[in-house]
Every structure is written in structure tokens, then in C-alpha cells.
């Protein structure tokens, strides 16, 4: 009776937790934060910024619809290193690992949209979105990283009048972990994410369009942040002690660094990303693609070639003999 007694009030717990909202993160206990000390730094990417990945529209569906966010020669361009004033590079994830106790700790709105052929964070501002240029036109910059949390579900909501499909991959192991369509019209597709234990780094991706990508952190505490343009960072309300700080932008290996956090003081710290480091598939270093974006439908359709298939019913010329025919 005493088991089945400890059990019941597990499950009331667990219950009235859901319902009321407090953070079920195991593993992480909210308290009340005294004499709590600061984190403060930039990260910076060192080097050349490496150019765009380009994706000829001709090779995905509903190209048409697509190509709004194109650079006008029928390619997506897709920008995966924005690098402001003094090398500050925006999108990095920096994370304070095992915090077991501290400020309370709100679920991660895990929630997308698709929007004009791309993934983005369901409270992205526009301004996170899109900027003007030198000459005054507004032109879309791909919020590439957010942060999840494990065991969590996420949700997407398609604005977009073609289909899409979710993929997201748990990046370090390559296996996939979530795999859903997403019809027009669709507002809360997705599913659960179970990463293994001690992976930390995923990647969404369309199974139809590979240019709509988005990067994600997993994290297990409130201790994170990501970087605007200027690559600076502030983390507060941190616990006096010493900690493993991560500094991770995707197409780089995440920095770990030591820090020992003083009560009421604040420490600095730097990450510097080195854009060598960076290695692009072969097929992107091709100046002329195999399939160029002045090619038409038309001249893709098997009738305009000779037939290189048998017609059906006619025998392959190179047939050969069954298990049961006789040799000469």
C-alpha cells in the first residue's frame, strides 16, 4: 500500500505540474537567485565569410512560388554566416552547461512557420527577418538558429499554398528523429523530439525544397542566448560557481571554455569562430551547375529523347535464359 501510495502522488504531481505550467525539466530545480553573478562577451568568426550556398530552383518543385525569394537568376541563395561591425557574427548559441539550479526556467516556444519557401521561428520580429541594404531595399535575412529543449514537442503552421514536408535530423549521430508532411493550410504539424542522451545539435530541413533549413541547441537550463549581428552576448542571473560554457554556430565544432563566476560580479568572455574551418561540398565550388536555371521543363520530358526503354511488350534484346532453360 505504501508503493502504490508513493506512486499516486507521483502521478498527482506530475498532473497538477501540466496543468499549472511549471517547468517539468528534469534535472533542473528553480530557486530563489542570490548574489548571482554575470556573463558577458562576443562572438566573433575570423576570416573571409564564406559566400552563400546556391540552390537552382530548377530542381525543386513549385519552383513558381519559390522563386519570390530568389536572386532574380532563378537560385535561392541560401546565407549562413551574417557577420556585423567588427566580425560580430549573429546566430551563435551560447550555453552554460550543467546548471542544476537557478532562475526559473519557461519552456522553448517551440513554434515555426513556413513562410515564402522558408522555416522560421513562429516569434521571429520582421525586423529579424528582413533589413534594408545600402540602397534602401528590403531584402530577407533566414533567422538560422533557435534552441529546443528534449522530449519536447514543436509545432508548424504552413502560410505557404504548396506542400512542404518536416525533416529534422539529430545532426551529430545523422539519424532522423521526425519525419511529417505539411499540407497548405496545415497550422500544428510536427511531433515530439527524443534526441539520445548527450546530443545536443539538430537541423530541420524541407524533404522537398533542401534550401529550407534551420539550425536548433538543445538545451536543459535558462542559462542560453543567441546572438544578434554584433555577435555580443549577456547571460545573467547566474549561480556563483564554475561552469562549462559552449559557444556553437552551425558548419563549426562547438567551443567549450571554463569559467568561474564570482557572487555579484561579472566575467568576460570571448569565442572566436575561424571561417577555414569551413568546408563546402565539392559540387558547390562548380562554376557552371549541370542543370543551369535557363533550362526549361520541356527539355527535361523523356518524348522529346530517343526512347531508351523497350516499349511494353517487346522482348530486351539482351534476355537471358531462366533457371530452367536448356544450354545449347
Known sequence: MKRFYRLSLGVLFLGLAGLSGIPMAFGYEEMDVKGGGT???RVTLKGEIPPPRVFPLVLYPFGAFCKRISDGQGNVLLEEFYVGTDGGLKDSVVAVEQVKKGKP????NAKWVTEDCMFHPAEAAFNDKYVKDEDGKLHHEHPLVTVLENHQAISVQ???????????????KGNIILNV???PGAKDAGGKLNFTRGRRI????????EFMQSWAFVVDNPYYTNTKKDGEFKIDRLPPGTYKVVAWHPHFKPIEKQITVPANGAVTLNFEFDAGEVKRPIYESQEKFRI???????EHLMHTHPFRQRPPGEEPQDKRPNEGDQKE
Request: hydrophobic share 40%.
Open 202 to 209: 539538430s537541423q530541420m530541413i524541407c524533404g522537398m525544397h
Open 105 to 108: 526556467f519557461p519552456h522553448v
Open 39 to 41: 556573463l558577458i562577451g
Open 158 to 172: 504552413n502560410y505557404d499554398p504548396i506542400i512542404h514536408n518536416i525533416q529534422v535530423f539529430q545532426n551529430e
Open 292 to 298: 543551369g536555371p535557363e533550362a526549361l521543363p520541356e
Open 181 to 183: 508532411p505539411l499540407p
